[in-house]
């Protein structure tokens, strides 16, 4: 995982791959308040997709972990609770990996950390990353987001 803010984007960004110097730049250079909810072309294997919902409680937000994509996450408006955790042993699986959505889901965290994603904050996540996003700070409250879905082929 890689936690970045577009401020300092320049510096934070030198050294990634190319998909993800080019969603990056994507998402920065896009007013997403002014834009409706749904997917974006930004190049071939890469798709923005921007979303408004209401953050939940954490208990409520399923850990999730994908194979084919990374992903990453970027708050436009609003602040969520980003859980985290590396792919390891100790995590259980809820429901198994579905190829069609590229997505597997655990019970729960083990171990758990978890950082506040606010506006211009973005987090990289590569398929070892297990995170769980949507998760309210302090009470549910409405975000902006884009999950940009990068394959892996691309990187």
Known sequence: MFVG????LAKDAENLAEAIKTSLAYLK???????????????EGITANLQRY???PVAECRPERHERFADIQYVVEGEEDLGWCPESAELKVAIPYDAVKDILFYEKLAPAS??????GFFAVLYPEDVHQP??????????TKVVVKIAMDCL
């Open 134 to 143: 949507q998760a309210a700070v302090t009470a549910s409250a409405p975000v």
């Open 54 to 56: 209401i953050t939940r």
């Open 5 to 8: 803010k577009m401020d300092t």
């Open 29 to 43: 250079s896009h007013d997403f308040t002014k834009m409706a909810d749904g997917s974006y072309e930004i190049a």
């Open 114 to 119: 978890h950082i506040v994603l606010r506006p």
